[in-house]
C-alpha cells in the first residue's frame, strides 16, 4: 500500500434511500444498501488514510437526533433496524463527527416544508460526516449551518461542516 499523501481526505458522499413506507419494498431496499455500504466502506477502511462518509443517510440515529421523537417510531428513518445498521457502520471504526463535538439535543439537519416545521424548530439530523479513525484525529470542529434553511428558497436539508487539520 502507499502511504497517503499529506493533506489527503478520501471523501464519499452519500444519499441513502429514504425507504418509507415500512415495512414493504423500499424499506428492504434501503436495509440492503445500508449492507452494501458497510462493506464498501470496511474496505474504504482498509487504505487507513483520513476518510470521510459525508451526505443524506435518512437515519436519525437516536431520540434526541429528533425535536418529537415519538412522532418518527414508525417511520424508516427511526425504525430500530435502521438505527442498528448506523450503529453497525459506526462500530467499524467510524465518528460521527457532529456527536465527537457535541452531546447537545439535535442540532437538526432537515425541517419539512409542511405545517412549519422549521418555524417550530420541528427537525431531525439525517445529514452526517462520519469520519474515519485517521480524518478523526484531524477533527478540529463539526457545526451545522442552520442559518441556511432560513434563507429565500431555502433547501428542507442544510450543511453539516467540518474542520480538519492539515497535518
Excluded at 436519525?60 to 418518527?72: G, L, M, T, V
Excluded at 452531546?103 to 445529514?127: K, M, S, V
Aim: glycine share 6%; net charge neutral.
Amino acid at each position: 500500500m502507499i502511504p497517503a499523501a499529506r493533506g489527503v481526505l478520501r471523501l464519499a458522499c452519500i444519499y441513502l434511500p429514504n425507504g418509507n413506507p415500512a415495512p414493504g419494498e423500499k424499506y428492504a431496499y434501503k436495509l440492503a444498501f445500508m449492507d452494501r455500504l458497510i462493506r464498501h466502506a470496511r474496505g474504504l477502511l482498509a487504505y487507513e488514510e483520513p476518510l470521510a462518509l459525508v451526505g443524506d443517510f435518512n437515519v436519525i440515529p437516536e431520540p434526541r437526533d429528533a425535536a418529537r421523537p415519538e412522532e418518527w417510531t414508525k417511520d424508516a428513518l427511526f425504525l430500530p433496524q435502521t438505527r442498528a445498521k448506523f450503529r453497525e457502520l459506526l462500530a467499524l471504526g467510524f465518528t460521527d463527527a457532529l456527536r465527537a463535538v457535541s452531546d447537545e439535543q439535535g442540532p437538526y439537519t432537515f425541517w419539512d416544508y409542511q405545517a412549519g416545521a422549521w418555524q417550530r424548530n420541528n427537525g431531525i439530523r439525517i445529514d452526517h460526516i462520519l469520519l474515519s479513525p485517521e480524518a478523526t484525529d484531524k477533527l478540529e470542529t463539526a457545526i451545522v449551518d442552520k442559518d441556511m434553511r432560513g434563507r429565500e428558497k431555502a433547501s428542507d436539508h442544510v450543511p453539516v461542516r467540518v474542520a480538519l487539520r492539515d497535518a
